[in-house]
């Protein structure tokens, strides 16, 4: 018996180590008798969600097979201590030729992703269960691509993996269906550079805001529109969800103006943020380099592009959007 407990909220990276774990578990065997997975739709309906069908599917014998692998997918969908009893249940009389792999992700709401429940958390640490991540962030999320451009099925000189690092950004699903399409161009073990992958890039992924910001804040217009295109489109971000991001960034700006506060720490406090204080010193060397004159400017571009894309003008959101970017970069060069 093996209790594998995955969680995570990139689909793809979710994906891939599912498939990983349940091949492991299945080896050699028949996957089509020994797999069964219970994902969101088999729960029932959203006001009246049910393990039941994971709980039998994890106590039913194998039939044909000596063993079964159980997958247990959305599980984000329970929450609670109560949601999750009959999971905690399960654990402690898990028959001995029942494999479960159990998934803590999201449900097609896309609801932020809850936190495991402590008596689950017991529970699988009394199973013995192995826990997997595929959440990686900052430098895990760069190792994991790392690992993938290496893996590649094709041989990738350093330009090609700095194109691709730029332009897939976080969302790592894409390298998978990237590689697919190089190969069936260029062929397997072809040596490729940045000028043979860059076609088949497209606009990018999506971005983080901060990288936008960060590009207005330097002045650098070229890289702020680079950047603002990628959350447009690789990031499907509404205008007015920009709009929202660039406000939060001047404003605080505009509060310490003539504030008096002279560190990160104090410019924190007044900001009212909690944990890095980071972004707080953002804030303050800008509204510093800025000044009350051209913060004030700034205010007036994102007052009248805010209406703008309410309806006061003919203009579409994302060209309003550009324009102001452009205009607030200028204010920084």
């Known amino acids: 018996m093996a209790v594998i407990f995955v969680k995570g909220d990139d689909p793809a990276l979710l ?11 299945v080896g050699d065997g028949d996957r089509g008798l020994m797999v069964e997975e219970v994902s969101e739709p088999d ?17 039913t014998l194998p039939f044909l097979t000596e063993r079964r ?36 992700e ?66 790592l699903g894409q390298v998978a269906s990237l590689m697919e399409l190089l190969v069936s161009t260029f062929g ?12 088949f890039l497209g606009v990018g992924a999506d971005v983080p805001p901060w990288e936008l910001t960060d590009a207005i804040d330097k002045g650098d217009i070229a890289t702020a529109l680079e950047r603002l295109a990628r959350m447009q489109h690789g990031g499907r971000r509404h205008p007015l969800q920009t709009m929202a991001t660039l406000h939060t960034h001047y404003q605080r700006a505009l509060k310490l103006q003539g504030a008096g506060v002279s560190n990160e720490k104090d410019a924190a406090v007044l900001l009212g943020m909690k944990g890095s204080t980071f972004p707080a010193k953002k804030a303050m060397d800008l509204s510093r380099r800025l000044g009350r004159e051209r913060l004030g400017r700034a205010v007036e571009l994102l007052a009248q592009a805010d209406l703008d894309t309410r309806g006061g003008s003919a203009v579409p959101g994302d060209a309003v959007i550009e324009i102001l970017v452009a205009r607030l970069a200028r204010l920084s060069a």
């Open 15 to 25: 994906s891939q180590t599912i498939q990983r774990y349940v091949g492991e578990l």
């Open 106 to 171: 999201h449900g097609s709401s896309g609801a932020r992703l809850s936190a495991v429940p402590k008596v689950l958390t017991e529970a699988l640490s009394a199973a013995g269960a192995e826990l997997v991540g595929a959440t990686p962030g900052g430098r895990g999320r760069k190792k994991a691509l790392d690992e993938m451009l290496a893996a590649a099925p094709v041989r990738l000189d350093g330009s090609a993996k700095a194109a691709i690092a730029d332009n897939v950004g976080d969302e």
């Open 69 to 104: 692998v159980v997958v247990g997918r959305n599980l984000g969908l329970f929450g609670t201590k109560v949601a999750v009893a009959p999971l905690v249940s399960l654990l402690e009389v898990l028959p001995d030729t029942t494999d479960l792999v159990l998934v803590w």
């Open 43 to 59: 729960y029932g309906d959203a006001g009246d969600l049910t393990l039941g069908p994971l709980i039998n599917a994890a106590q």
């Open 188 to 199: 397997d073990e072809a040596s490729l550079s940045s000028s043979d992958v860059s076609p």
